[in-house]
Nanobody, 114 residues
């Protein structure tokens, strides 16, 4: 299983970005995809996850601003990020997991200027 992320960049506070993550390889029908982030000097933290059972989890810090979605036909997960804040600045990592594997993408930088 491999993940390819795209969509990071630099934006001013209040702006929006959309991240995409395409998964390829041997994918189980029951799985979870999500986004995590790691800011300098901090531990990696959950941003949002969505399973094929449509269970969704968001970090409290992004609720109401970020939306995770999936297009299972395209094996793609998205993270729509609105009303971005400087504290959202981090490397964002896509994650795929099923009963056999737990795979991470290479990460994409998101920088929010004040």
């Amino acid at each position: 299983v491999q993940l390819v992320e795209s969509g990071g960049g630099m934006v001013q506070a209040g702006g929006s970005l959309r991240l995409s993550c395409v998964v390829s390889g041997s994918i189980f029908s029951i799985n979870s995809m999500g986004w995590y982030r790691q800011a300098p000097g901090k531990q990696r933290e959950l941003v949002a996850t969505k399973s094929t059972a449509r269970t969704i989890n968001y970090a409290d810090s992004v609720k109401g601003r970020f939306t995770i979605s999936r297009d299972n036909a395209k094996n793609t997960a998205y993270l729509q990020m609105n009303d971005l804040k400087p504290e959202d600045t981090a490397i964002y990592y896509c994650n795929y997991r099923d009963r056999l594997v737990d795979v991470w993408g290479q990460g994409t930088q998101v920088t929010v200027s004040s």
